[in-house]
T-cell receptor
Framework: KQEVTQIPAALSVPEGENLVLNCSFTDSAIYNLQWFRQDPGKGLTSLLLIQSSQREQTSGRLNASLDKSSGRSTLYIAASQPGDSATYLCAVMGSARQLTFGSGTQLTVLP | ETGVTQTPRHLVMGMTNKKSLKCEQHLGHNAMYWYKQSAKKPLELMFVYSLEERVENNSVPSRFSPECPNSSHLFLHLHTLQPEDSALYLC??????????????FGAGTRLSVL
């Protein structure tokens, strides 16, 4: 059974810092890995989707990498802003073509 | 606004009540999903519908009964719930079910409290 772990569970940084969020998964037989953002009281917003054949994806200040063989992904956020404060969720699509989610990293960017 | 609307946003119900959650998508998608998000736990997939047909039921208790009358609407009927069913229930949609290149679009969720 696929398990997805996100470390750290919570992170607080001052504005302007570059930061890295980590995601690991136990079964490397995946179709893709996705990063989502969840704001309090709201649903999830897709940030980046990396296919299993890709190594990274970039969108603005966000860069996500995927090392499928080692079961790891990182989300790099450059020049963090208070508006980046949210919970970041990692999810993998496995052989059953369903998403398995991690518990998330709660990010607070202090002004 | 993601194009997926859930109502109500908040719901409090007793264990003997019957209520329904509603989800509507205006994205022209063919697949819709129900997820449960409990405190301190990852999102759990409950049901998947593809072209109005249920294609996945992840061992969800029968007190949760989904309904998909058309590709734009999804309901979750609730009856005789337990306090541990209190959670955020999220609806999502995507172009196709299980599409490996498709992004799922999520609604804002219904916060359910069972007393």
């Amino acid at each position: 059974k696929q398990e997805v772990t996100q470390i750290p569970a919570a992170l607080s940084v001052p504005e302007g810092e570059n930061l890295v969020l980590n995601c690991s998964f136990t079964d490397s037989a995946i179709y893709n890995l996705q990063w989502f953002r969840q704001d309090p009281g709201k649903g999830l917003t897709s940030l980046l989707l990396i296919q299993s054949s890709q190594r990274e994806q970039t969108s603005g200040r966000l860069n996500a990498s995927l090392d499928k063989s080692s079961g790891r992904s990182t989300l790099y956020i450059a020049a963090s802003q208070p508006g980046d404060s949210a919970t970041y969720l990692c999810a993998v699509m496995g052989s059953a073509r369903q998403l398995t989610f991690g518990s998330g990293t709660q990010l607070t960017v202090l002004p | 606004e993601t194009g997926v609307t859930q109502t109500p946003r908040h719901l409090v119900m007793g264990m003997t009540n019957k209520k329904s959650l509603k989800c509507e998508q205006h994205l022209g998608h063919n697949a819709m999903y129900w997820y449960k998000q409990s405190a301190k736990k990852p999102l759990e997939l409950m049901f998947v519908y593809s072209l109005e047909e249920r294609v996945e039921n992840n061992s969800v208790p029968s007190r949760f009964s989904p309904e998909c009358p058309n590709s734009s609407h999804l309901f979750l009927h609730l009856h005789t719930l337990q306090p541990e069913d209190s959670a955020l229930y999220l609806c999502a949609s995507s172009q196709v079910a299980g599409g490996t290149k498709n992004i799922q679009y999520f609604g804002a969720g219904t916060r359910l409290s069972v007393l």
